[in-house]
């Protein structure tokens, strides 16, 4: 199945009429340039809105390079209207790519 056919399904459902397990089967995906979190902990993702449930994030320590991903839990997030910021285990990751899965 292509990637769009499944959110395609997946905005064709009435959220109200799904469970919570069943709306965080389906999510989006948002890339961003990883920054240095301490001092600058805030993503700006199109698409994210202050009710989407942040799943969790792969880093890339080196852009590109699977072999060095690190997965983070969804908990070190919470979303805003276009943005997620790092609410926990803050990094440096100015030098890396940032995968975030959200459920909206």
């Known amino acids: 199945m292509n990637p769009a056919d499944l ?8 959220p109200e009429l ?7 089967a389906f999510f989006n995906l948002a890339s961003a340039d990883g920054s240095n979190e ?15 449930v942040i799943q969790g994030a792969i880093v890339f320590t080196t ?3 699977i072999a060095t991903a690190i997965v ?7 979303a805003g209207n276009g943005t997620i910021t790092v609410s926990a285990n803050p990094a440096n990751n100015t030098s890396n790519q940032v995968i975030f899965f959200y459920s909206n």
């Open 7 to 14: 959110t395609i399904a997946a905005r064709s459902i009435s």
């Open 18 to 24: 799904m469970s919570d397990r069943a709306r965080s």
């Open 38 to 52: 301490p001092s600058a902990p805030v993503y700006n993702v199109t698409g994210v809105t202050a009710n989407s």
């Open 63 to 65: 852009k590109a390079a």
């Open 72 to 78: 983070r839990p969804g908990s070190d997030y919470t």
